[in-house]
């Protein structure tokens, strides 16, 4: 690997042309990966890979004139300094914001990269093609800003908001709200039925611990393999499983801390209070991100939460009854 203050004006102006030749393949790479999304943004891009796809012939062209036709492979990866760049092709799905980000980004460095190197140079003509490319470089954003009025416009740009928020809901927000009922209604009986079955907070915590992480790796893996979300536009599969089972294991959480307190009515008394701001918060998000109304979102998520709770209540004061009675029948001993 070289220094940048090593490399000769061939070797600037090569590297250059390599550079503008990967910055034009990745806002190409861009442009492909949210067309079907993102068209409007898409077209941005692309409008993007022209400006950098004119600068690559210019700096050829340059190279021609001064050092002949061979022009030497030299990369990013061959000099010192660059930030190493994820592929865009391990991306998947692209977000607007993080493909924004990562653009600006690369004009930046690209910027700095045209003023170091025009600061160096002795040749007027190859200082002067630098100088101009560092200051198209600086007006990027401004043109990107344009190209986007120019493209989006303001129905256009709704649009892409709209379906930018419905691959967040289908990505993040679905696996997420399955897990978080999951774990806040499902793991309610077990809980409960520990709690009034022994009446031993500590017990109950146990029993609710065990069910939370079980459920959250189950519900995990279940998410993960349910579909690898080429098909269904879902998102990274292994993604959506770790937000899932994490939501899923803070569901069942949330209510079997409060038994950690040593007072059995205290700890059922906080554990019932939790349990009611879980389900708030869930229908909540029911109502938010699933566009379901306020009043239906209620009752469907108390409804569920109530019948368990109260199964696990049944379950648990029947558990304690019959150890009694069991108890009862055994010989006394000393």
Not at 63 to 71: A, L, S
Not at 74 to 102: A, C, S, Y
Not at 166 to 180: D, E, K, M, N
Request: glycine fraction near 10%.
């Amino acid at each position: 690997m070289r220094n940048f203050d090593s490399l000769t004006e061939p070797e600037i102006l090569a590297l250059a042309i390599s550079l503008e030749e990967e910055d034009e393949r990745i806002y190409a790479d861009f442009a492909e990966g949210l067309r079907q999304d993102f068209p409007g943004t898409a077209s941005v891009f692309e409008g993007m890979r022209e400006e950098e796809s004119g600068h690559r012939r210019r700096l050829i062209e340059l190279y021609r004139e001064q050092f002949g036709e061979h022009i030497p492979l030299i990369r990013r990866q061959d000099v010192r300094g660059f930030v190493n760049r994820r592929p865009v092709w391990l991306v998947r799905p692209l977000g607007l914001e993080t493909v924004r980000k990562t653009a600006a980004s690369m004009e930046v460095e690209t910027r700095r990269f045209y003023e170091r190197s025009s600061a160096r140079s002795q040749n007027a003509k190859i200082r002067q093609l630098l100088d101009d490319l560092a200051q198209e470089e600086r007006h990027h954003e401004d043109r990107a800003e344009a190209l986007e009025e120019e493209k989006l416009g303001h129905d256009g740009r709704h649009a892409e908001q709209e379906a930018n928020r419905r691959l967040f809901v289908l990505q993040i927000v679905q696996p997420g709200l399955a897990g978080l009922m999951d774990g806040s209604v499902s793991t309610l009986a077990p809980v409960f039925a520990a709690a009034f079955a022994t009446h031993n907070t500590w017990d109950a915590f146990r029993v609710g611990l065990a069910a939370s992480f079980g459920a959250g790796i189950s519900m995990g893996f279940a998410e993960a393999l349910s579909d690898d979300g080429s098909l269904t536009g879902r998102g990274h599969p292994w993604i959506r499983g770790l937000v899932c089972g994490l939501m899923t294991a803070l569901g069942g959480l949330g209510h079997t801390l409060p038994f950690l307190l040593p007072d059995f009515r205290v700890a059922m008394t906080a554990g019932v209070a939790v349990v009611v701001v879980e389900l708030a918060i869930i229908a909540w998000i029911r109502n938010r991100y699933m566009e379901t109304s306020p009043l239906s979102a209620t009752l469907q998520v108390g409804l569920g939460g109530i019948l368990v709770f109260l199964t696990g209540v049944l379950i648990g004061r029947a558990g304690c009854q019959v150890g009694r009675a069991w108890r009862s029948t055994l010989p006394f001993r000393q």
